[in-house]
C-alpha cells in the first residue's frame, strides 16, 4: 500500500526557512517522479516542484533559487527545503506520485 506522510510545517517568518518531509511507504522514494504541490486558500493546486527517478530536479519559477527538492533512499523520504520564504508561499504543502498525494502540511508564512 503506497503511503505518504508529509511532515515539517509550520509557522514561520518571511525570510525564514522550513523543510518539509515526506515519509515514503510501499515503495522505494527513487522508483518514480515525485512532487511538491501546493494549495492556498481558495486556490487550485499548484505544482512546486519534482524529481525524476534519475534525480533530474524542477522548479516553478516563483520558487527557483528558494526551493531545493531532495530524497534521501536509505529513509525513503522526499524532502522540500524552503528558504527566503515569502508571504505568498502560504499554503498546505502535499508530497505526491502519479495522482496520489499524502494529507499535507500547512506552511504559513506571516510577520
Known amino acids: 500500500e503506497v503511503q505518504l506522510v508529509e511532515s515539517g510545517g509550520g509557522l514561520v517568518q518571511p525570510g525564514g526557512s522550513l523543510r518539509l518531509s515526506c515519509a515514503v511507504s510501499g515503495f522505494t522514494v527513487d522508483t518514480y517522479y515525485m512532487k511538491w504541490v501546493r494549495q492556498a486558500p481558495g486556490v487550485g493546486l499548484e505544482w512546486v516542484s519534482g524529481?525524476?527517478?534519475?534525480?533530474?530536479?524542477s522548479y516553478a519559477d516563483s520558487v527557483k533559487g528558494r526551493f531545493t527538492i531532495s530524497r534521501d533512499n536509505a529513509k525513503n523520504t522526499l524532502y522540500l527545503q524552503m528558504n527566503s520564504l515569502k508571504l505568498e508561499d502560504t499554503a498546505v504543502y502535499y508530497c505526491?506520485?502519479?495522482?496520489?498525494r499524502g494529507q499535507g502540511t500547512q506552511v504559513t508564512v506571516s510577520s
Open positions: 505526491a506520485v502519479g495522482g496520489q
Open positions: 524529481i525524476t527517478n534519475s534525480g533530474i530536479t
